[in-house]
């Protein structure tokens, strides 16, 4: 079991942290009324899903599973549809049935999409071809 938490957890507690590399919005009340919609979104993972990933991921680490992370590092916001997404779970999916097969043990399948969004950034823009 895992130690009691010694800081309290809110959905704005990361604001009281230390923050680098990042952008600078020209508008302020537009990112406040997005900030504002995507608080009002349900949560793309549940805490009971981040309390299992952490238990098969203690499984991995005693040699009892498999982690397979897959995913790209910086594809584009053409790049984050549903169906694309959905054609690279498949390639996930697909691996790890040949995973399982090979070495007999679970496989903690873990899609990495879109991450680059939430990287600290060197630059705040980026130009690309031309």
Do not use: N
């Amino acid at each position: 079991m895992r130690a009691p938490e010694t800081t309290s957890w809110h959905s704005a507690s990361w604001q009281t942290r230390p923050a680098q590399q990042q952008p600078v919005y020209a508008d302020a009340r537009a990112l406040e009324r997005v900030v504002a919609h995507i608080s009002r979104l349900p949560p793309i993972v549940v805490s009971w899903e981040v309390e299992a990933l952490r238990d098969r991921l203690a499984a991995a680490q005693r040699g009892e599973a498999f982690l397979l992370q897959g995913g790209d590092c910086a594809e584009t916001f053409a790049d984050c549809e549903s169906d694309i997404i959905a054609k690279k779970l498949k390639i996930l999916l697909q691996m790890s049935l040949v995973l399982v097969h090979g070495l007999k043990k679970p496989i903690i399948r873990v899609g990495r999409m879109a991450g680059q969004y939430a990287k600290p950034r060197s630059a705040d823009t980026e130009t690309r071809a031309g």
